[in-house]
T-cell receptor
Framework: DQQVKQNSPSLSVQEGRISILNCDYT??????FLWYKKYPAEGPTFLIS?????DKNEDGRFTVFLNKSAKHLSLHIVPSQPGDSAVYFC??????????????FGTGTLLAVQP | EAGVAQSPRYKIIEKRQSVAFWCNPI?????LYWYQQILGQGPKLLIQ????????DSQLPKDRFSAERLKGVDSTLKIQPAKLEDSAVYLC????????????FGPGTRLTVL
């Protein structure tokens, strides 16, 4: 049972344009969401997160939007840069900060930013 | 600050052989995780330690996988005997207590079982 879904395996955008990566989840108990970026031969690195009490969180060029009623979140990258080319994973957990809060990951979206 | 260290980076073994992976978390991080990432999938949690105690091992195939975290620092993950379907990247991550849900990942060990 895939509780976190990233339905687009890949996405290609032009440098300077907006990249929008999408993520859907099925477990209504999830209330904390994270995005990780992964380069080849490296481990995932944390990018940005959002709590269910918010519907938007910004950090520089990266913004995450959460629509709880639709069980959907998205990551916007504006403007996109070639260095943003990587696999992006969406992850979700129940609760925040507890010792047992495990992350459930999506399958990832490969973003390619063309110069 | 040094990141999460893992070794080896790559390992190729025959099926039915055994293999072990090592992880050194970020200094001071109480929580340590082992994930399995099969090609085309997201990381899946195998086991989570809080200091040297197991918090969650519900998805660890205990008939062939084992893990330990001695003295609440380094950890080893062992597979014995390996199967073809164990071919994957094994990721170690750590986090400080009360940090929220952000985890810091190591580079992973890519295991190929022939």
């Amino acid at each position: 049972d895939q509780q976190v879904k990233q339905n687009s395996p890949s996405l290609s955008v032009q440098e300077g344009r907006i990249s929008i990566l999408n993520c859907d989840y099925t477990n209504s108990m999830f209330d904390y969401f994270l995005w990780y970026k992964k380069y080849p031969a490296e481990g995932p690195t944390f990018l940005i997160s959002i709590s269910s009490i918010k519907d938007k969180n910004e950090d520089g060029r990266f913004t995450v939007f959460l629509n709880k009623s639709a069980k959907h979140l998205s990551l916007h990258i504006v403007p996109s840069q070639p260095g943003d080319s990587a696999v992006y994973f969406c992850a979700a957990s129940e609760g925040y900060g507890g010792a047992t809060n495990k992350l459930i990951f999506g399958t990832g979206t490969l973003l390619a930013v063309q110069p | 600050e040094a990141g999460v260290a893992q070794s080896p980076r790559y390992k190729i073994i025959e099926k039915r052989q055994s293999v072990a992976f090592w992880c050194n978390p970020i200094s001071g991080h109480a929580t340590l995780y082992w994930y399995q990432q099969i090609l085309g999938q997201g990381p899946k949690l195998l086991i989570q330690f809080q200091n040297n105690g197991v918090v969650d091992d519900s998805q660890l195939p205990k008939d062939r996988f084992s893990a330990e975290r001695l003295k609440g620092v380094d950890s080893t993950l062992k597979i014995q005997p390996a199967k073809l379907e164990d071919s994957a990247v094994y990721l170690c991550a750590s986090s400080p207590t009360g940090w929220g849900n952000e985890q810091f990942f190591g580079p992973g060990t890519r295991l190929t079982v022939l």
